[in-house]
């Protein structure tokens, strides 16, 4: 199901925008996806920190794309109001022309959710039954999972980063999963380790995990200290239950 977003270059539409992100991590889904690229790209420059949602958002994908890109098809998402080059819905038909695309777009308008429209009160009734719901039955949330971009420092320009990698994946536990990384240049020769991980909320503490392990021994032998760049929730998005504003 498409996600229409209005003018996210107008303060009225970063308004909205931020709004919607106060319990998403990404435009649409539980992981980064080509929605993400198209509104991060319909951004002509990076938002204010006035809006601490989108920019939290934005600064994840920016760091997403330096590090290891984005792979997620995504749901498809149409930018109204910018330039027409980010009024393509993402993801497109592989087969499909710009000019085929957008009948198949017309065809499909009663399926797109107005990101920015008025919540209905079949939804807002819709919405309160879920809660009511969820309070009633006692049950534990299933555990969540956040996303985090680590830099980790050697001791100097002889600390071999090979190693220092090595050493850092060889931290392992219930619910850490290390992803890519890459090396960054910190300056007189010295290089920094910049590294994702995703990690399951209830078992792994990064805090815990840098003083207990990546700054304790064997691995200091290469690390210096460990900075948390950026740390952000994964929220899980089911289409049935997208509301409208």
């Known amino acids: 199901m498409a996600v229409t977003c209005f003018d996210v270059n107008s303060q009225s539409g970063l308004k909205k925008l ?7 991590s990404y435009i649409t889904g539980y992981q980064a996806s080509k929605d993400d690229i198209t509104v991060h790209a319909a951004l002509s420059k990076a938002p204010s920190s006035e809006y601490v949602n989108v920019s939290r958002w934005y600064n994840h994908i920016e760091a997403l794309l330096r590090i290891s890109g984005v792979s997620g098809e995504g749901c498809g998402v149409t930018i109204e109001g910018s330039a027409p080059a980010y009024a393509v819905a993402t993801p ?4 499909s022309k710009a000019s085929s695309y957008a009948s198949a777009a017309d065809d499909d308008d009663d399926d797109d959710v107005d990101l920015f429209g008025e919540e209905t009160e079949e939804e807002k009734k819709a919405a309160e039954e879920r809660a009511a719901a969820v309070k009633a039955s006692g049950k534990k949330k299933e555990s969540g999972k956040s996303s985090v971009l680590m830099d980790v420092k050697p001791w100097d320009d002889e600390t ?18 290390w992803g890519a990384s890459k090396l960054v240049p910190v300056g007189y ?3 920094k380790l910049q590294i994702m991980l995703t990690i399951v909320d209830d078992l792994v503490s990064v805090d815990n995990m840098i003083e207990d392990y990546l700054t304790a021994e064997p691995v200091n032998e290469y690390v210096q200290s460990c900075d948390i760049v950026a740390f952000n929730k994964i929220c899980k998005f089911h289409r049935h239950a997208v509301s409208c504003f």
């Not at 931020?18 to 998403?24: F, G, K, N, Q």
């Not at 497109?92 to 087969?95: N, Y």
């Not at 071999?160 to 999963?177: H, I, N, W, Y």
């Open 92 to 95: 497109p038909a592989a087969d």
């Open 189 to 191: 020769g010295i290089k």
């Open 160 to 177: 071999d980063m090979k190693k220092l990698e090595e050493a850092v994946r060889s931290v392992q536990m219930e619910g850490l999963f």
């Open 18 to 24: 931020d709004e919607y992100l106060l319990t998403r």
